[in-house]
């Protein structure tokens, strides 16, 4: 399976940016979808995750001002995030996973597939 992330930049603080994914035609469609993000020397961490049926992980989100969506038809998942701050600068991983039990979502290696990572930078 292959995935393909889209729409980082560089944006000021309080912008926003909608990143996109698009899984291969070997993706499950049953497969769960989601977003971690790695800032410099820190370990990759789970941002959200939405499965086929819609249900979003975590419920409340890490940050309130990140939203997760999904085009089943697209094999496509999204992140909109807005407010941005400084913070958020990372690289953003798109992966996909087969459904399990939903408390190990936030283990990276409890994940099957990434993409290449789309870098995200907030500066002034």
């Known amino acids: 399976v292959e995935l393909v992330e889209s729409g980082g930049g560089t944006v000021q603080p309080g912008g926003s940016l909608r990143l996109s994914c698009v899984a291969s035609?070997?993706?499950?469609?049953?497969?769960?979808m989601g977003w971690f993000r790695q800032a410099p020397g820190k370990e990759r961490e789970f941002v959200a995750a939405?499965?086929?049926?819609?249900?979003?992980y975590p419920e409340d989100l890490l940050e309130p001002r990140f939203t997760i969506a999904r085009d089943n038809a697209k094999n496509t998942v999204y992140l909109q995030m807005n407010a941005l701050k400084a913070e958020d600068t990372a690289i953003y991983y798109c992966?996909?996973?087969?459904?399990?039990?939903?408390?190990?979502?936030?283990?990276?290696?409890?994940?099957?597939?990434w993409g290449q990572g789309t870098q995200v930078t907030v500066v002034s």
């Open positions: 992966a996909t996973r087969q459904p399990r039990n939903s408390n190990s979502l936030p283990d990276r290696h409890q994940w099957d597939y």
């Open positions: 939405i499965t086929m049926r819609g249900y979003i």
């Open positions: 035609a070997g993706m499950a469609s049953s497969s769960t």
